[in-house]
């Protein structure tokens, strides 16, 4: 996991990859159930988790900012269903 711009990346390979959406469904979940405090009543009680995931073929010729670019898309798309999601990318095979 790297730090970019106040977010955390993780970059799966090969047969990894097929579990990342539930990975970042597990991580969600996870920081729900232990309930950590949000000293900020406005934005909700307890911390949460919104997540980007994307995936793509190995046989796809990607570079990795674009990579970046498609996860940011697709955690802007999770934040814009509300607090709480996971969205998914993909990036086809073309």
Do not use: C, H, W
């Amino acid at each position: 996991m790297e730090r970019r711009d106040g977010t955390l990346s993780y970059s799966a390979f090969g047969d990894e990859a097929t579990g990342a959406l539930e990975l970042a469904e597990q991580i969600r979940k996870g920081v729900r159930e232990v309930q950590i405090p949000l000293n900020m009543p406005e934005l909700g009680e307890f911390i949460t988790v919104s997540v980007g995931v994307v995936t793509s073929a190995v046989s796809v010729d990607v570079q990795p900012d674009e990579l970046v670019r498609t996860a940011e898309r697709a955690l802007r798309l999770a934040k814009n269903a509300g607090k709480n999601r996971v969205a998914d990318l993909a990036i086809p095979d073309l």
